[in-house]
């Protein structure tokens, strides 16, 4: 094998790699989003820069999270947000919520029916739906 065709070989497999990882990062936020889907403008209460987990992708500090009436919004920093829309996840969507603590950090994860994906947000993002959740029959711990 001459080196010219090593370094092809490289560059392949580390452009299949960067794909895959694309995908992945992907693949939970493209399947809420056939779900849930939103044109509605981000809320008043918007939290910018947050950091959270949509299935098992990590966002650190590009999440958008906001509450409303309807439900849970999610967006993600323009930037990085390359054809994954906003959601607006209603809150009958959620079926479960857990102590999702680390560290010094109070966090939430929530369980969401259909599809099945958890999302973790910090505590204090959350506080605002307090009324909303309990209206679902959560206890806000």
């Known amino acids: 094998m001459s080196n010219y065709t090593h370094w092809i070989y490289i560059v392949f497999l580390f452009t299949l790699n960067f794909l895959g990882i694309i995908l992945l990062f992907r693949h939970d936020w493209s399947l809420l ?80 029916s259909s599809p099945e994906i958890k999302l973790i947000l910090r505590k204090d993002v959350l506080e605002p739906a307090k009324e909303y959740l309990a209206a679902q029959g959560f206890e806000w711990i």
């Open 33 to 112: 989003a056939q779900s849930y889907r939103t044109q509605e403008p981000p809320p008043s209460n918007i939290s910018g820069m947050e950091s959270g987990s949509v299935g098992f992708i990590y966002y650190k500090g590009t999440l958008n999270v906001g509450i409303t009436r309807q439900g849970l919004y999610l967006s993600i920093f323009p930037l990085f947000s390359f054809r994954l829309p906003p959601l607006l996840i209603p809150w009958s969507a959620i079926r479960k919520i857990e102590p999702a603590n680390r560290m010094f950090m109070e966090r939430f994860r929530l369980y969401l």
